[in-house]
């Protein structure tokens, strides 16, 4: 029993993640989950109280699941550290376009609900690359005029507007070699934008 009930928490999920994702939490309506999960309203309140908590379980779920994906960061070489966490948060990105989408309703929000669930794990990993890029100003291998914070955060952002945009442009469909090429080429960007490439 216990175990139906977790598959039908999960397909919950599943429906309602897709729909705010291309909805928001406005748009989406908690009738078209209950038809998207083979499931009916009554389940959704259930399990999640109503729109609002399940919103906040798909915000929450999604968080925890870029935390879980992002590598610690190895603080030996700045420019390495930075070309791996980036190119670390740009697949997972990849591997979740559904992740974006939701940010960017968040963001349009003010970042209410992400702001309320936000996972302790996900909060250490901006916080190591933060210090990395401090790392690089003080050894002189980035622009010594670098807010650490600030070129943290307009890094991952470049990152997080980027794939919405690129998928736009080409339909969302790349290969892989185009997305490989997307992925140094914006790891590139990110490096020249801190000073941490030359060419």
């Known amino acids: 029993m216990e175990r139906d009930a ?118 250490a990993w901006p916080l190591d690359l933060t210090q990395v890029i401090q790392s690089g100003i003080e050894q002189g291998i980035f622009r010594q005029d670098l807010n650490p914070g600030l070129a943290m955060v307009a890094s991952l952002s470049q990152l997080f507007f980027f794939m919405p945009l690129m998928w736009k442009l080409h339909d969302g469909a790349l290969s892989a070699a185009e997305l490989a090429a997307a992925r140094e080429g914006l790891i590139d960007l990110i490096l020249h934008s801190l000073g941490g490439m030359t060419t």
């Open 6 to 123: 977790e598959q039908t928490r999960r397909r919950i999920l599943d429906a309602a993640r897709g729909e705010f994702a291309v909805k928001g939490l406005a748009g989406s309506r908690v009738d078209q989950i209950a038809a998207r999960s083979d499931t009916n309203k009554r389940m959704i309140y259930a399990y999640f109280g109503d729109k609002d908590g399940l919103y906040a379980e798909v915000v929450r779920t999604v968080l925890v699941e870029v935390a879980a994906a992002l590598p610690p960061i190895d603080r030996g070489d700045p420019v390495r550290a930075v070309r791996e966490a980036t190119g670390a948060y740009f697949d997972s990105c990849v591997r979740r376009p559904d992740f974006i989408r939701i940010m960017l309703w968040e963001a349009v929000s003010g970042w209410e609900t992400a702001n309320r669930v936000f996972p302790v794990s996900l909060d």
